[in-house]
């Protein structure tokens, strides 16, 4: 199995630029979370999925951000506009059916300048 | 609120030492907890998952143990290899599912 894939693995934008960030979960998993990491608030959960549905955004910090599940292979984070303390690396993450532990994937370093 | 510490944030050790990382938490009800390793530029790798019910953990060289009425997890990692240079972080899951709060991480560095 390739594991979670998340794509871009980097992206650099200029402030109220729209970003959009992909992940594509482990077949089969039904769980798919968002994170995001910094150093100054470490990590931090955005949102979660299960089969397909939001279950929990109380994560996600303002309006600007948005997570969409279309199928169970294919989630999005969109951030519009993006703004500078935006910047960090946010990660995808899935887990399978009856089971807690989360399979992460590589993470996208965004910078927004 | 949930606070998940750990203690110290970074750690050097010598080549077969056995490296001992601790994590504590604020709120003993949790649903489960978990360790995870992150090595630079990269996600996390789950190591080991103890549920509230379970004392411990072991997978190789790894073992976790598990003190909730003291609000403590230590992560033993024996006769420690340059390979395990990595940062390790500690999660709680509270009581809904794949809601993780994370520790900050431990550092370490195991020299040759």
């Known amino acids: 199995d390739a594991g979670v894939i998340q794509s871009p693995r980097h992206e650099v934008t200029e402030m109220g630029q729209e970003v959009t960030l992909r992940c594509k979960p482990i077949?089969?998993?039904?769980?798919l979370f968002w994170y995001r990491q910094t150093m100054m608030r470490g990590l931090e959960l955005l949102i979660y999925?299960?089969?397909?549905?939001?279950?929990?955004d109380s994560g996600m910090p303002e309006d600007r951000f948005s997570a969409k599940m279309p199928n169970a292979s294919f989630s999005t984070l969109k951030i519009q506009p993006s703004e500078p303390r935006d910047s960090a690396v946010y990660f995808c993450a899935s887990s399978p059916p009856g089971n807690e532990k989360l399979f992460f994937g590589s993470g996208t370093q965004l910078s927004v300048l | 609120k949930q606070e998940v510490t750990q203690i110290p944030a970074a750690l050097s050790v010598p080549e077969g030492e056995n490296l001992v990382l601790n994590c504590s938490f604020t709120d003993s009800a949790i649903y489960n907890l978990q360790w995870f390793r992150q090595d630079p530029g990269k996600g996390l790798t789950s190591l080991l998952l103890i549920q509230s019910s379970q004392r411990e953990q072991t997978s190789g060289r790894l073992n976790a143990s598990l003190d909730k009425s003291s609000g403590r997890s230590t992560l033993y990692i024996a006769a420690s290899q340059p390979g395990d240079s990595a940062t390790y972080l500690c999660?709680?899951?509270?009581?809904?599912?794949?809601?993780?709060?994370f520790g900050s991480g431990t550092q370490v560095v195991v020299t040759p």
């Open positions: 077949s089969g998993h039904d769980y």
């Open positions: 999660a709680v899951e509270r009581s809904s599912w794949g809601k993780l709060q």
């Open positions: 999925f299960n089969n397909n549905v939001p279950i929990d």
